[in-house]
């Protein structure tokens, strides 16, 4: 596993939190970064994508003007910003590449995953 996601945790509903996505293997500035959440019981769906051609995009409703993607060129670190956290928004959270600069919107396309991080929201 070469990309390594990190800061989950546990936060009640209104809460913050900011995922990271890093490597030491590649530089991630030649890769579109797609983050993606697998809810209980729930298939994984993508949730954000920063490549290179157009700005980041965010694929479901219920996170958008929450979740924010960012990338540190400086330390090859892709983020999600995750702001006023819900219960629903509980579920393991996966950073993936794919080479290029697009951001396809099916997890199938893209080819290399992070471990995961769980995100649980509850009070």
């Known amino acids: 596993v070469q990309l390594q996601a990190s800061g989950g945790g546990s936060v009640h509903p209104g809460g913050s939190l900011r995922l990271s996505c890093a490597t030491s293997a590649f530089t991630l500035e030649h890769f579109a970064i797609g983050w993606f959440r697998q809810r209980p019981g729930k298939e994984r769906e993508g949730i954000s994508c920063?490549?290179?051609?157009?700005?980041?995009?965010y694929w479901p409703d219920s996170v958008k003007g929450r979740f924010t993607i960012s990338r540190d060129k400086v330390k090859n670190t892709v983020y999600l910003q995750m702001n006023t956290l819900k219960p629903e928004d509980t579920a393991v959270y996966y950073c993936?590449?794919?080479?290029?600069?697009?951001?396809?919107?099916?997890?199938?396309?893209?080819?290399?995953w992070g471990q995961g991080t769980l995100v649980t929201v509850s009070s």
């Open positions: 993936a590449t794919v080479i290029g600069g697009l951001c396809p919107f099916g997890p199938s396309e893209y080819d290399n």
């Open positions: 920063l490549g290179n051609v157009a700005g980041p995009t």
